[in-house]
């Protein structure tokens, strides 16, 4: 069943070879290009569709897309620890909710940079929640993060109404306004807040983390295969509450993000699904740093391109088309090509094409989800490139394998 | 004698852990109120007080059909080893179209009605199968497919209701069904044991049909072909493979019997009291319906008790307000403990349980290793 | 010379078996010494004693002539005792360096890795010791003898200086395991100590200096390898007061049951994993099926089940079933006795009952058109218990908690009363006591004399050697020989199994 990649994960000839196709396989070359790549993308599009829009990539849209996507990183990050120790986190989105508050009420009562900490505790807290259930107690991972999902909001709406209903401005469903975390003035992209660089420094730091220290490996092995951990004395139990903690940490970091550099208040209900979200970009980025942040970017790109400019939204139709027209090329080119992977996003390519002529707009909540149907096409057309851990999801219980 | 006493003790068990669970969230909350500054017995004797009334008991069965009938949509899924997280998205979604369907004929009663649920049930079917179909064909992890999904058919709706707004001045908001396509209500049926209810509260003729559907899901499984493959499936599905079930048709008929079902949490509200779909329908009952699922320990007895719980929970909480006990959340923070200390319990049970089991069995049969027996 | 390992009236109990019953036993450094014996003699619980995986009830072990107390595999690593598993323990999507180094880390200081210092490391291991691997590869892309390299490296990487291999050679093709044996004696040549289980006994006299044989949890002896022939060995392990799976009489009638014609199953990269296999087996007839395992075999039973797809026509009673489903050519009389009851066979959670109906659940005594018939099929659950000798104390309890003979019984059972005309039974002895055992194979020869045909696929020798009427060799995917077993010896199989007679005799 298992389809192995074995085309593209060909064996390295002699180890000091450099080639294009080898550097292509390295992350730190591909991301980048990536990322380049994009950007090239969208300054043809915009300028296909509206020679004079100056709103997919102007400077403060790649400000806006910059900042709308931190939340979006960091619960894609936080997915991505969770899962790479072995344990499914769907309870972002309620540990990111918490995250909201506590960042929320830390930020009223002790300013932005102590509320920010407290907010990315608060989120801890959630993940402890479900380290607790999942890895000491052996439920199954889903339904735990199911009840933190429905607890959160009622916790942080009874929160709210007993501290905040207090304050002036302040109710059972929002918070008085809290100053943000303070900025720097960048080129192109206009003033960047110091939580966005810290957030977008945390791809490369997570990635050493996970693939350059003893803790990132053995954190790993407690995902991958939990067994050959155990039986070299590794404390699977240890490095799965690890993975889960900073996993809910960085959702709250997320939420208390969103509270103080996104909206400058806290509101009931504002995370609006980015916890899910985040784990659509875990997945996009195939389990890794690199490709989370361009998820990140990419969907935090729609999520910001909404506010200011519909006309944008409906340029953005155009991009949707490029990527499906990249997936079915490439899948042409592939040697287990099927008519299925090749026609269907050609056909989807077409309709959006057709749909773009007929129409000068587009509904605005289409891409809202635009994340969500991306995920998709990703998880049917790319299934088998995409690498999740391979014992995420599964309770493992020492002594019983 | 041992066996009929171990099961007694099982079952005991079985039902020690939800009661638990139930006992826990109460202290919890009460830790809880008392650091706010509430008097949780206060808080509680309010509650009781409020939800013992006929009134709200009304108000917490009407609460509970929906959520009955979402735990049996979920726990279908789960039988087979499904999440089927979509739940939440396949009965707003076949919430919005049914209310359209029915605004837009005009049959005569039971008919009119029967159109609006056969509706209901196919959209719900026909959203659930898309994940089921990505499954089979592709792989694909019903859990994200269904979160995915989830998402885009809530925005869908959004849509359709923002366009509705944008385009006609109206409220977010369908019209009305017809007077025929309501479903009436069945006070009547409490009248013969009571006095009568009164402040205009209508308990759901849509009763009826949660317990038909929980009647149907209890029957299907335990006493058809069917319902034992799809539990074998479940249980161990390569050896359900081996023994001739069709693993990928079962997770379609498993997926797309749970949208179905799905199709119908919205009707109970939106034909016995709303009529219409708009912004007051209540939406999170899908996620709900997992919470009861699991509480109810997907028996539909269970969940029958279950959906209860969490209905007059709702009910009642109201009076926490009125009363300046407490802000009513906290039945929102009891729910997500019961939830949780009824999970970790059930593990522990089960743990304890299969240990236990195997002792027994070891104990019971006297085995040296040359016996040798089998005469056939 | 002090003894590297020692051994002393080593006892382990579990629920309802004596895996170990005073075991003694000892091994002198810088020897490779095989431990033999039938499945379920007790080795692998002997192995997991000596590795600190469980502790044993009695008795007493030593190393380096030091007396120790293992609580768990750390203190045996700590020890220098490193243990390669049969189902290896590696992470497929790691590099083979971060499978080697895992939980023994070469450090740069603060948790930083030092890979340069650890691929040095292995690389000087893998020269040291001729294995050839490189570090930088994924182990998804691995071969099993390459994976295996890699076990024995990462044992080697922490140090090790007494080497554990359990049954080393089930999982590998013979040019695997001269490789592996060339591996072993290099290794032996740097003073590596090197404990071998195994019951393929060309194998054990081939690489072992000496050889210790045990038989149902006891020490039978120690003989070096120089001085002792299969023959004795393979006495010494089966005795002679234990039953031997003989058939006795011929029941073989004349008429065909089942025909398979033409099979084959394709493979990744144009292979065929089974390749054109006919066989024929008639009522009263046991076609056993032997060959080295992942010769296709599981592919095959897969097939005739209808579980896989495969080309080629599959013939019940005169009618082509090759394009049925599972569910209409078990009804039709295919009984199927899996490979691994826990996977293919049993719902571990679900009352007795309900796994008595496993299989059968669409036919009578167990359902009535679409409708589950319970007190037929709890009656017949009984039928089972009673009739098979199910050892349990009602049909309620699950599955799980049956020992691994009851669990076969009942599995058994079930098949037999349902009367299939052809039955395909996988390994139908594996993981069970000598007991259970024996009246497994009682139940097969009843069978066969009420006139059943059956598929036997076997690893154990002298089950099929003792069982069969006909015996059919598979060797990657084909069937290249048909033996008959009342005149093979299971060192001929052997060699027909890996391929050797091949180049020099000819089937019989």
């Known amino acids: 069943m298992s389809e192995r990649g074995l085309t593209d994960a060909a064996l390295p000839g002699s180890p000091g070879r450099v080639d294009l196709a080898h550097l292509w396989k390295q992350r730190w070359f591909r991301w980048p290009v990536f990322a380049l790549g994009g950007m090239i993308v969208l300054q043809l599009v915009e300028w296909i569709a509206d020679p004079e829009s100056e709103e997919l990539l102007s400077g403060g849209q790649a400000g806006a897309m910059l900042r709308w996507s931190v939340p979006l990183l960091l619960a894609g990050l936080g997915g991505m620890f969770a899962e790479r120790a072995g344990i499914v986190n769907i309870g972002l989105e309620g540990m990111m909710v918490l995250g909201t508050w506590f960042g929320a009420w830390g930020s009223v009562k002790y300013g932005p940079v102590i509320g920010t900490a407290i907010g990315l505790l608060g989120g801890a807290l959630g993940g402890l929640l479900h380290a607790i259930a999942t890895v000491s107690f052996g439920v199954n991972h889903i339904i735990s993060a199911v009840a933190i999902n429905i607890m959160a ?132 980025g195939n389990w890794r740093p690199g490709g989370t942040a361009l998820g990140a970017l990419l969907f935090g790109y729609a999520d910001g391109l909404q506010l200011r400019d519909r006309d944008g939204v409906h340029a953005l139709l155009l991009v949707g088309v490029v990527v499906l027209a990249v997936l079915a090329l490439r899948r042409a080119l592939s040697p287990k090509r099927t008519v299925v992977e090749v026609g269907l996003p050609a056909v989807i390519a077409t309709l959006i094409v057709v749909w773009y002529l007929l129409r000068d707009t587009v509904p605005p909540t289409f891409n809202q989800v635009t994340p969500h149907i991306l995920t998709l096409v990703v998880l049917v057309f790319s299934a088998g490139r995409l690498r999740p851990p391979k014992g995420a999801g599964q309770i493992w219980r020492k002594g019983e394998h | 004698m041992t066996a009929a006493r171990r099961s007694r003790s099982e079952l005991l068990l079985g039902f020690a852990a939800p009661v638990a669970a139930v006992l826990i969230a109460l202290v919890v909350a009460s830790i809880v109120l008392m650091i706010s500054g509430s008097n949780p017995l206060d808080a509680w004797a309010s509650m009781w007080e409020f939800g013992t009334r006929l009134e709200t008991s009304v108000d917490a069965i009407n609460r509970a059909v929906p959520l009955y009938i979402a735990g049996i949509a979920v726990a279908l899924g789960f039988r087979m080893n499904l999440f089927n997280i979509g739940v939440e998205g396949q009965y707003i979604l076949a919430a919005l179209v049914a209310t359209e369907v029915g605004t837009k004929i005009d049959l005569p009663g039971p008919l009119h009605v029967a159109v609006i649920v056969l509706v209901a049930m196919s959209v719900g079917a026909a959203w659930a199968a898309v994940p089921a179909i990505l499954k089979v064909t592709r792989g694909v992890n019903e859990v994200i497919a ?162 209860l719980i969490f209905g007059y929970l709702d009910a009642s909480s109201p009076i926490l307000e009125v009363e300046g006990d407490a802000p009513r959340e906290i039945v929102t923070i009891m729910k997500g403990v019961i939830i949780f200390a009824a999970v970790v319990a059930y593990a522990v049970t089960e743990r304890s349980r299969r240990r236990r089991q195997v002792a027994a069995a070891a104990d019971a049969v006297p085995t040296t290793s040359t016996e040798i027996g089998a005469n056939p | 010379m002090t003894a590297a390992v020692e051994l002393q009236g080593i006892t382990k109990r579990f629920p309802g078996v004596v895996a170990n019953d005073g075991v003694t036993f000892s091994v002198e450094s810088g020897e490779i010494h095989a431990l033999c014996g039938e499945n379920g003699a007790g080795k692998s619980t002997l192995m997991k004693i000596l590795y600190g995986m469980q502790p044993p009830d009695e008795g007493t072990m030593s190393v380096d002539g030091r007396p120790v107390h293992l609580r768990s595999p750390k203190d045996a690593i700590a020890l220098g005792i490193g243990m390669v598993h049969q189902h290896f323990m590696l992470a497929d999507n790691f590099t083979v360096l971060e499978n080697i180094i895992l939980g023994s880390e070469p450090s740069k200081g603060a948790g930083v890795l030092d890979l340069t210092a650890a691929r040095a490391r292995v690389e000087e291991l893998s020269r040291a010791y001729g294995l050839d691997i490189h570090p930088d590869q994924v ?163 897969e097939a005739l089940l209808g579980l896989r797809h495969a080309q080629g026509t599959i013939e019940l009673d005169g009618t082509d079933i090759s394009h049925w489903s599972v569910r209409r ?180």
Do not use: C
Not at chain 2, 147 to 159: D, P
Not at chain 2, 282 to 300: D, E, K, T, W, Y
Not at chain 3, 470 to 486: F, I, Q, S
């Open chain 1, 153 to 284: 909001p009622g916790v942080t709406r009874f929160l709210a109404d007993e501290i905040f209903s207090g304050y002036a401005g302040g109710s059972i469903s929002q918070s008085p306004r809290v100053a943000s975390f303070g900025s720097v003035e960048l080129p192109v992209l206009d003033r960047v807040s110091w939580l966005t660089i810290i957030a977008f420094a945390f791809v490369p730091l997570a990635w050493y983390v996970l693939w350059r220290t003893r803790f990132g490996l053995r954190l790993r092995a407690a995902g991958e295969h939990p067994s050959a951990g155990d039986s070299l004395g590794v404390n699977v139990y240890r490095y799965q509450y690890a993975g889960v903690v900073i996993s809910g940490a960085l959702a709250g970091l997320a939420g208390s993000f969103i509270v103080t550099e996104l909206t400058g208040i806290y509101r009931e209900g504002q995370t609006n699904g980015r916890g899910f979200i985040g784990l659509a970009t875990m997945i996009f």
């Open chain 2, 146 to 307: 269904t979160i995915m999904l989830n998402a885009i058919g809530v925005s869908f709706v959004a849509a359709e209701l923002l366009g509705r707004w944008d385009s006609a001045g109206q409220d977010t908001r369908t019209a009305d069904i017809g007077e025929s396509g309501h479903v009436p209500g069945i006070n009547w049926l409490l009248e013969i044991f009571t006095r009568d209810v009164g402040k205009g509260r209508e308990l759901y003729g849509f009763l009826f049909v949660a317990i038909a559907v929980g009647i149907g899901y209890h029957v299907l499984l335990t006493r058809t072909v069917f319902g034992y493959d799809l539990r074998a499936s479940g249980a161990n599905p390569s050896a359900a493979e081996a023994s001739g079930v069709p693993s990928k048709r079962m997770i379609l008929a498993a997926m797309i019997g749970s949208g179905a079902i799905a199709g119908l949490i919205g009707l109970p509200d939106i034909l016995g009291e709303l009529y219409h779909y708009g912004g007051d329908f209540s939406q999170g009952l899908g996620f709900l319906g997992i919470a009861v699922a699991l509480l109810g320990r997907n028996h539909p007895g269970g969940i029958v008790a279950a959906a």
């Open chain 3, 139 to 301: 182990v998804e892309d691995l071969e099993v003898g390459e994976r295996q390299r890699v076990e024995i490296i990462k044992v080697l990487f922490r140090g090790a200086r007494i080497l554990i291999l359990d049954e080393p050679t089930a999982v590998l093709v013979p040019d695997e395991v001269d490789e592996l044996f060339r591996n072993l004696r290099e290794l032996k040549a740097n003073g590596v100590t090197v404990i071998f289980i195994d019951h393929k006994l060309d194998e054990v006299l081939e690489i072992s200096d000496r050889i210790t044989v045990l038989r149902a949890g006891r020490t039978v002896g120690t003989r070096d390898a120089g001085s002792v022939t299969a023959a004795e060995l393979a006495e010494m392990m089966v005795g002679s007061e234990l039953p031997s799976p003989a058939t006795g009489e011929t029941t073989v009638t004349d008429s065909v049951a089942f025909a398979v014609r033409g099979l084959t199953i394709a493979g990744d990269g144009g292979r065929a994993i089974v390749d054109s296999i006919d066989m024929t087996v008639r009522r009263g007839e046991v076609v056993g099926v032997a060959g080295v395992e992942g010769n296709g075999q599981a592919e095959l039973i």
């Open chain 3, 329 to 508: 050519r078990r009804n039709a009389g295919l009984g199927y006795i899996p490979e691994d009851r826990h996977r293919r066979g049993l719902m571990l959670d679900a009352p007795l009952w309900e796994n008595a109906m496993l299989g059968h659940q669409a036919r009578s005594p167990n359902a009535r058109g679409i409708w589950i018939d319970r007190a037929g099929a709890r009656g017949r659950t009984e039928e089972i218990v009673e009739r098979y000798d199910v050892r349990t104390p009602n049909i309620d309890v699950t599955a799980r908690a049956l020992s691994g003979g009851n669990q076969q019984k009942l599995i058994i059972g079930r098949e037999m009363l349902a009367e299939p005309k052809v039955l395909i039974a996988a390994h139908p002895t594996r993981g069970i006591d000598v007991g259970a055992q024996a009246s497994v194979w009682n139940l097969l020869r009843q069978a066969r004399r009420d006139g059943l045909a059956v598929v036997l696929v076997s690893a154990d020798l002298d089950e099929l050697i003792g069982l069969s009427d006909t015996l059919v060799v598979m060797l990657r995917g084909r069937l290249v020989a048909t033996l008959d077993p009342a005149r093979v010896t299971p060192r001929e199989l052997g060699s027909w199994m890996t391929g050797a007679a091949l180049d020099t005799g000819d089937a019989a």
